[in-house]
């Protein structure tokens, strides 16, 4: 029997109550979580560190990227004998490791970006729009996201690579298709369940479209999780890049990513280790914060779990112990 709760949808709220019994929404909520959590904190302080970098560091650093100094080549780093551009060593042609990490900072995003927006958006319109209708719809989706699933997605961008000429557009657009099952199959999963409950019912008895009930209705519930997917898949996608980079079939110079860095630098691990060192240090550290944030973020837009997160750390530890001891 169902209660009148349920004639309306449970969407995710972003406003706690304090101890004041002051009532605050809105930024400073998931503001107040994300500096509740330290670890997840920091992680954000480093994408926005790297995104920052991406966007006025090439600027900054003016052509130190490309230019050649032979009289320098293979420069040990943490030495300021030949200016702070130099501070992480230099390449068997002498351009600078920190000026070509900043430039392949743009250019890995520059992939990575675009190809989880692009994947994300179509898989989950029409994942959406699939569990909504049902019926056919669902059934050709799915067997279309069974299909472009059935092929490893780093070895189907091989091949496609191969095959056409490797750039910029078209890894994005590879690495893109190849992601779209991943947002359909969660977004058709969301919107299925979705679509018995009984506030969709009464919007439909009403006289709401369908295209209406997705807007309002459906889109609000599932896009916490489509985030969350979306925040881990950028690591993949990153991941992917470096990968085919370092396959010969990625970016290609003159242009510079973290992934062909490590490629390019492998031949003198022995005698500049740095060369690799550097950008393989930058895909782990990014990743690795990504991975955290998404952890934050998945807590933060759960219901059921987000109250954790509006409890500082140290109250919260003494909480458990507390919880344990009674136990």
Same mark, same amino acid.
Request: charge should be positive.
């Given at each position: 029997?169902?209660?009148?709760?349920?004639?309306?949808?449970?969407?995710?709220?972003?406003?706690?109550?304090?101890?004041?019994?002051?009532? +605050?929404?809105?930024?400073?909520? /998931?503001?107040?979580?994300?500096?509740?959590?330290?670890?997840?904190?920091?992680?954000?302080?480093?994408? $926005?560190?790297?995104?920052?970098?991406?966007?006025? &560091?090439?600027?900054?650093?003016?052509?130190?990227?490309?230019?050649?100094?032979?009289?320098?080549?293979?420069?040990?780093?943490?030495t300021l004998a030949h200016g702070w551009a130099n501070i992480l060593g230099t390449d068997p042609l002498g351009r600078s490791m920190l000026a070509r990490l900043v430039v392949a900072c743009q250019t890995t995003?520059?992939?990575?970006?675009?190809?989880?927006?692009? #994947?994300?958006?179509?898989?989950?319109?029409? &994942?959406?729009?699939?569990?909504?209708?049902?019926? /056919?719809?669902?059934?050709?989706?799915?067997?279309?996201?069974?299909?472009?699933?059935? =092929?490893?997605?780093?070895?189907?961008?091989?091949?496609?690579?191969?095959?056409?000429?490797?750039?910029?557009?078209?890894?994005?657009?590879?690495?893109?298709? +190849?992601?779209?099952?991943?947002?359909?199959?969660?977004?058709?999963?969301?919107?299925?369940?979705?679509? #018995?409950?009984?506030?969709?019912?009464?919007?439909?008895?009403?006289? $709401? #479209?369908g295209t209406s009930i997705i807007t309002r209705h459906v889109v609000p519930i599932v896009l916490p999780t489509l985030l969350t997917v979306a925040t881990l898949d950028f690591c993949y996608v990153m991941l992917?890049?470096?990968?085919?980079?370092?396959? &010969?079939?990625?970016?290609?110079?003159?242009?510079?990513? /973290?992934?062909?860095?490590?490629?390019?630098?492998?031949?003198?691990?022995?005698?500049?280790? /740095?060369?690799? =060192?550097?950008?393989?240090?930058?895909?782990?550290?990014?990743?690795?914060?990504?991975?955290?944030?998404?952890? @934050?973020?998945?807590?933060?837009?759960?219901? $059921?779990?987000? @109250?954790?997160?509006?409890?500082?750390?140290?109250?919260? #530890?003494?909480?458990?112990?507390?919880?344990?001891?009674?136990?």
């Amino acid at each position: 029997m169902s209660t009148q709760l349920d004639l309306v949808p449970v969407k995710p709220t972003t406003a706690i109550v304090g101890e004041d019994g002051k009532r +605050t929404s809105g930024r400073k909520v /998931w503001l107040r979580m994300l500096l509740n959590d330290r670890v997840a904190a920091c992680a954000a302080i480093v994408l $926005a560190l790297v995104f920052l970098t991406a966007l006025v &560091g090439p600027w900054l650093m003016g052509d130190l990227a490309t230019k050649i100094d032979l009289d320098n080549s293979n420069q040990a780093p943490f030495t300021l004998a030949h200016g702070w551009a130099n501070i992480l060593g230099t390449d068997p042609l002498g351009r600078s490791m920190l000026a070509r990490l900043v430039v392949a900072c743009q250019t890995t995003l520059s992939v990575a970006i675009p190809a989880v927006v692009i #994947s994300a958006v179509v898989g989950s319109i029409i &994942g959406m729009w699939a569990g909504y209708y049902r019926g /056919w719809r669902e059934t050709l989706a799915m067997r279309i996201a069974d299909v472009i699933m059935s =092929f490893p997605s780093l070895l189907l961008a091989v091949v496609v690579l191969y095959v056409f000429s490797p750039s910029a557009a078209n890894i994005v657009l590879v690495l893109a298709i +190849t992601r779209i099952p991943v947002y359909l199959r969660t977004a058709r999963a969301e919107s299925a369940e979705l679509s #018995s409950r009984v506030f969709v019912d009464a919007a439909r008895t009403f006289g $709401a #479209s369908g295209t209406s009930i997705i807007t309002r209705h459906v889109v609000p519930i599932v896009l916490p999780t489509l985030l969350t997917v979306a925040t881990l898949d950028f690591c993949y996608v990153m991941l992917a890049e470096s990968s085919l980079s370092f396959l &010969g079939i990625g970016i290609q110079p003159p242009d510079v990513s /973290w992934g062909l860095m490590v490629a390019q630098g492998r031949t003198y691990l022995h005698t500049a280790w /740095w060369l690799s =060192f550097f950008p393989g240090l930058a895909i782990v550290i990014t990743t690795v914060a990504s991975t955290i944030l998404a952890a @934050w973020a998945r807590i933060a837009t759960d219901p $059921a779990q987000r @109250w954790r997160l509006t409890i500082p750390q140290k109250r919260l #530890s003494r909480f458990a112990k507390t919880t344990t001891r009674l136990a």
